[in-house]
């Protein structure tokens, strides 16, 4: 079966710098992405990787392994504002999306 | 601004009464999708269309049905909602659905059943 594996949940400080990872295995693989999700809203797309590497845009970055199944969206200079969950999404070999089923991410003061 | 809207965002139905939710895109995208989605969970795709093709997910429950009648509307009809499908149903557009391209999502219909 295919699978995206992230932590449930994760608080760290304003101002400071978390890390979220994501593990998958899926049939094929055709491009890895972070989405935003703030409570009661839609998702909204941060971060695409198809190729190994660090994606970075702005205060947010993404990482890809492929030969590891690993991603990682770090986020620097955190804000009250980026507590959300962050869903990791692969697009396999159908160009279908599997999603995982987020990180909630609590900013503290 | 080209966008996915999505009416109502908030809707109230009773137990076994169908009810309809819309979406509609100003992005000229081919692809439609709609997921739902539950508390802390996955967003569950439940169909998408190919332009005019439609797509059904095998284990999309058969009260659950669809409609595109053209490019920029898509329908999600469900004939007799059950509790268990109070959720957040999230209608997405994409270009081609191809390899780099983000889904772009409305707002999304909250559904509760009475």
């Known amino acids: 079966g295919q699978n995206i594996d992230q932590p449930t949940e994760m608080t760290a400080t304003e101002g400071a710098i978390v890390q979220i990872n994501c593990t998958y295995q899926?049939?094929?693989?055709?491009?890895l992405f972070w989405y935003q999700q703030h409570a009661g809203e839609a998702p909204t797309f941060l971060s695409y990787?198809?190729l190994d590497g660090l994606e970075e845009k702005g205060r947010f970055s993404s990482f890809l392994s492929r030969s590891k199944g690993y991603s990682y969206l770090l986020l620097k200079e955190l804000q009250m504002k980026d507590s959300a969950s962050y869903l990791c999404a692969v697009k396999d070999s159908n160009y279908q999306l599997i999603w995982g089923a987020g990180t909630k991410l609590i900013i503290k003061p | 601004d080209a966008m996915v809207i999505q009416n109502p965002r908030y809707q109230v139905t009773q137990f076994g009464k169908p009810v309809t939710l819309s979406c509609s895109q100003t992005l000229n995208h081919n692809v439609m999708y709609w997921y739902q989605q539950k508390s802390s969970q996955a967003p569950k795709l439940l169909f998408h269309y190919y332009d005019k093709d439609f797509n059904n997910e095998a284990d999309t429950p058969d009260n659950f049905q669809s409609r595109r009648p053209n490019t920029s509307f898509c329908f999600l009809d469900i004939r007799s909602p059950g509790l268990g499908d109070a959720a957040m149903y999230l209608c997405?557009?994409?270009?081609?659905?191809?390899?780099?391209?983000?889904?772009?999502f409305g707002d999304g219909t909250r559904l509760s059943i009475l």
């Open positions: 997405a557009t994409s270009p081609t659905g191809g390899e780099a391209q983000p889904q772009h």
């Open positions: 899926t049939s094929g693989f055709n491009g």
């Open positions: 990787n198809v």
